[in-house]
T-cell receptor, first 111, second 118 residues
Framework: GQQLNQSPQSMFIQEGEDVSMNCTSS?????WLWYKQDPGEGPVLLIALYKAGELTSNGRLTAQFGITRKDSFLNISASIPSDVGIYFCAGRTQGAQKLVFGQGTRLTINP | GAVVSQHPSWVICKSGTSVKIECRSL??????MFWYRQFPKQSLMLMATSNEGSKATYEQGVEKDKFLINHASLTLSTLTVTSAHPEDSSFYIC??????????????FGSGTRLTVV
């Protein structure tokens, strides 16, 4: 079935550094979503993208919908301790109900 | 914003018993809800898609007789794990899709249920 390749799988950074992660797919998606999951909680939506080339920001977070519609990236600027968690990309193809998820990027921040 | 309430947040049950998990959309109607299972340090694995008033669509490899899904109203879906065994222990998460937004919004997740079968 469809899969999203998310990288990197984990990141260990210093507080204040910028973070970048991305997802790629062999299929074309018409929706890209980025979620953050804290331990023991469900994922929380960070940014939603609906058009190829779209660049959207949410505070220190910025995400882009790739022109080819097969990729997306998420950037976090000036990381802070509360950014720690697992970040998931998710995509939806035209007409589909369900989302396809990436494997997740585990972010650890050293103070 | 859209809120999805999932209950209970954790449950411990004896092997062989059944457990019901509820997923409610609090401030919107959801014709479609999704049930996921997540193992430690892994991504979300879709188990089934639940449509209000009709039978759920199960993903390949998911036993529909073991994981019973009922979506009797536009705001409530339930997942019942029947005859639970220790290997069913996992983190179960529901998601609801806002019916009013034409499909481009509203994939809101519940806070998850930690099931432990002893």
């Amino acid at each position: 079935g469809q899969q999203l390749n998310q990288s990197p799988q984990s990141m260990f950074i210093q507080e204040g550094e910028d973070v970048s992660m991305n997802c790629t797919s062999s299929s074309i998606f018409n929706t890209w979503l980025w979620y953050k999951q804290d331990p023991g909680e469900g994922p929380v939506l960070l940014i939603a993208l609906y058009k190829a080339g779209e660049l959207t920001s949410n505070g220190r977070l910025t995400a882009q919908f790739g022109i080819t519609r097969k990729d997306s990236f998420l950037n976090i600027s000036a990381s802070i301790p509360s950014d720690v968690g697992i970040y998931f990309c998710a995509g939806r193809t035209q007409g589909a109900q369900k989302l396809v998820f990436g494997q997740g990027t585990r972010l650890t921040i050293n103070p | 914003g859209a809120v999805v309430s999932q209950h209970p947040s954790w449950v411990i049950c004896k092997s062989g018993t059944s457990v019901k998990i509820e997923c409610r959309s609090l401030d919107f109607q959801a014709t479609t809800m999704f049930w996921y299972r997540q193992f430690p340090k892994q991504s979300l694995m879709l188990m089934a898609t639940s449509n209000e008033g009709s039978k759920a669509t199960y993903e390949q490899g998911v036993e529909k007789d073991k994981f019973l899904i009922n979506h009797a109203s536009l705001t409530l879906s339930t997942l019942t794990v029947t005859s639970a065994h220790p290997e069913d222990s996992s983190f179960y998460i529901c998601s609801a899709r806002d019916s009013s937004t034409g499909g481009n919004y509203g994939y809101t997740f519940g806070s998850g249920t930690r099931l432990t079968v002893v």
